[in-house]
């Protein structure tokens, strides 16, 4: 995917990704999970659901970002 422009600034943004911390501050980056949130008691469940990788992109001029999950 090619870096997008800000709507605002009218400069490239800078591909980054959002970091995630699970459980021992363990590190991951980000996913986005189709459809609404199912809580259960131990967390969300997430069984049978699609997931990809969310890559953010941040404008160097305002601080906007835009996200988008990709297929990897």
């Known amino acids: 995917m ?34 609404p949130p199912e809580h259960r008691w131990w967390g969300l469940k997430l069984k049978g659901k699609e997931r990809l990788p969310v890559v953010a992109y941040r404008c160097p001029r305002c601080g906007l970002l835009q996200s988008y999950a990709v297929e990897p």
């Open 2 to 35: 090619r870096a997008p422009e800000c709507p605002g600034c009218r400069v490239t943004m800078e591909e980054g990704f959002l970091l995630d911390r699970g459980h021992g501050d363990t590190k991951a980056v980000g996913q986005w999970a189709e459809g």
